[in-house]
């Protein structure tokens, strides 16, 4: 463990003087004299300090559904991240190519991190991590759970010979917390561009937003985000959490003046399935100090099974097999009406961004251990979706407006996904023998998501004399079509409600009735809550709205760049994330920001004990 506490050191004081040093470098490199080839990169070291507990007082004791236990000032994040970049323009150097082509290009990006929270941040995160799939794939003392990610399940049918783990899971991969959260590097785009006349083609791994992404981004769906750190957007900009996909996209101008239309064009973009049918990182529960909300799976099965059974608790994510049957394609289309109206109408495809938990109850195995497997579920969803936005002059403001259909998204009903009965509750045991042999499915909801949004610069003279502030309002919405039909209460992707709810909860036959007795009052804590019950398990309204305001200004000709964001759930859910720039160099920045959660326990609030203040250098050859 000293030697690697050395190395990591070793990582960051490296990153350092090649910070402090690139500084007298150009602000940008060309590798030829005509600029056909230049060279940008963006590096970072970010350390990010917990400001609350998560440790609560309820019924008289210390509680905490939050594992490993994490306090304040505790050093949760100590990040490094680089991405640099690299383009070219072919054609200067391939005339011959000129008669057909009017550019040839190409990108290449590399993306990577690593962050020391494991060397030197508090022990609890090394021991908890240290304890996820200690024994695997022999189950004998059951340490901690097992994390396993891979394409195949081949549970032993009934009557049929006993299997080991590893024909349970031909070709799974073991999760590492320290590959997920620790430090991870990729390709993160490789592509070529061509173009000639209207028509514009580009093949490789690349990024593909259509929908808004203002913060959180519900409607930008194409492609997969990387979830580890919590909700991208607060925790991490959204576009390095965007996962680019290997992808054929092109596009065709249609025409430039067409009656009252103008500037109008089609694109499509297709991700081979037998290449890359990537739906993102699961995120590793009790890793690190941004896994989800919840109990140690094992400590919950252990205590339920007791040494009757004698489970091993496997969440195996279960992604798609490469085939040409789970490809992923979009086509969209746009024009301006009038010259003033943007109006946008696509169609795509893609896996659900929220895996969907599914149990598959006890699996016996060859060892002296059974399994007790729950399976998250990435299935294909259909999108549909239209956008407009256009300058109202009357208020100086850019209007936007978007709205996406989901189609077959995969959700989660307790009783449908894990086999809950009305009796679970008073006999726990059977919570794990309800959903075996394929017993148990996940649900499929139509959800319906939309943003309206306005934009505007406008003076303050008071708060700045010299320079405007950008304001950027949102709303954005979710109607759960379903949910008002035969899919009552669908819950929040199975999260475990650590407080009981404040005034409803689902009763068996899946309907939304009212507390009324005294068992049921607002911030109680249920102890010893397992999600054995449907009750356990967070609610979802039919309708779900929330709020956000985006301000910002410049001070000291633009070297001082102080914003403010502020999310409200119309539930009571809020956000405030308060940042500072000041960049003393167009190629060094510092920044000091801010992410605090409160309000009710659903949606943002799943992280309302994870607020945190953050400091980061920044430096951009570009």
């Known amino acids: 463990m000293r030697w690697m506490k050395t190395v990591a050191a070793a990582r960051v004081i490296l990153s350092f003087v090649l910070v402090c040093g690139l500084t007298r470098s150009a602000r940008a490199i060309y590798l030829d004299d005509e600029q056909n080839i230049s060279i940008r990169a963006r590096v970072y070291s970010q350390a990010s300090v917990r400001l609350p507990n998560s440790v609560f007082t309820g019924d008289n004791q210390s509680q905490t559904d939050t594992v490993p236990t994490q306090h304040a000032g505790q050093l949760v994040a100590q990040r490094n991240f680089y ?328 959700s989660f009903v307790p009783e449908i996904n894990l086999g809950i009965k009305p009796d679970t509750a008073k006999s726990p045991l059977s919570l794990l023998t309800n959903c075996s042999n394929n017993k148990c499915r996940d649900v499929k909801a139509d959800i319906l998501r939309w943003e309206t949004g306005l934009d505007r610069f406008f003076f303050v003279r008071t708060l700045n004399p010299t320079n405007s502030f950008l304001g950027v309002l949102a709303i954005v919405g979710a109607w759960n079509l379903d949910e008002t039909g035969h899919l009552e209460c669908v819950s929040a992707a199975g999260q475990v409600d650590p407080n009981l709810p404040a005034d409803s909860r689902c009763t068996n036959a899946g309907k939304f009735i009212h507390h009324t007795g005294k068992d049921f009052r607002v911030g109680q804590q249920k102890p010893g809550r397992q999600g054995t019950s449907a009750d356990d398990y967070v609610q979802t309204k039919p309708v779900e709205v929330f709020g956000q305001i985006h301000l910002q200004t410049d001070y000291l000709h633009g070297r001082l760049t102080p914003q403010l964001t502020f999310i409200q759930n119309i539930r009571g859910t809020y956000a405030v994330t308060p940042q500072i720039t000041y960049r003393m160099f167009d190629y060094l920045l510092f920044d000091v920001s801010m992410v605090h959660i409160g309000g009710e326990y659903q949606q943002l609030g799943f992280f309302r004990d994870r607020s945190q203040l953050n400091a980061r250098v920044t430096y951009q050859l570009n």
């Open 83 to 410: 991405n640099p970049e690299i383009e070219a323009k072919i054609l200067p150097y391939a005339s011959v190519l000129k008669p057909v082509a009017d550019d040839l290009s190409f990108r290449f990006a590399a993306w990577g991190f690593y962050d020391g929270v494991y060397d030197w941040g508090a022990r609890e995160f090394r021991d908890s991590a240290a304890k996820i799939n200690a024994n695997y794939p022999n189950p004998t003392i059951h340490a901690g759970a097992f994390f396993l990610e891979g394409e195949n399940f081949a549970p032993p049918t009934s009557g049929t010979q006993k299997k080991t783990v590893e024909e349970i899971f031909p070709g799974v991969e073991a999760q590492n917390p320290r590959d997920i959260y620790g430090h991870r590097q990729r390709v993160n785009e490789l592509y070529l561009n061509y173009s000639k006349g209207p028509v514009f083609v580009r093949i490789g791994r690349q990024a593909i937003s259509w929908g808004e992404s203002d913060t959180i981004a519900l409607l930008d769906a194409n492609n997969p985000f990387d979830l580890t750190l919590s909700a991208p957007g607060l925790y991490q900009d959204i576009d390095e959490a965007r996962i680019p996909l290997w992808t054929i996209r092109s596009s065709v101008n249609l025409f430039d003046t067409l009656g009252p239309l103008s500037s109008g064009f089609v694109e499509g973009y297709f991700v081979p399935g037998d290449i890359d049918t990537n739906p993102g990182i699961l995120p590793v529960l009790t890793a690190s100090p941004y896994s989800p909300r919840g109990l140690d799976p094992q400590s919950i099965v252990s205590s339920v099974a007791g040494p009757l059974l004698n489970a091993q608790f496997v969440l195996f994510d279960h992604v798609a097999k490469r085939r040409m049957s789970k490809s992923r394609w979009g086509v969209r289309t746009q024009t301006v009406l009038n010259g003033k109206y943007t109006l946008s109408a696509w169609t795509y495809t893609t896996f659900n961004g929220q895996p969907a938990p599914v149990s598959r109850g006890i699996v016996a195995t060859n060892t002296p251990s059974k399994l007790f497997v729950t399976e998250t579920v990435h299935k294909l969803e259909q999108v549909y979706g239209v956008s407009g936005s256009f300058f109202i002059e009357g208020i100086d403001s850019i209007f936007r407006g978007e709205a996406e259909f989901f189609q077959n998204e995969a």
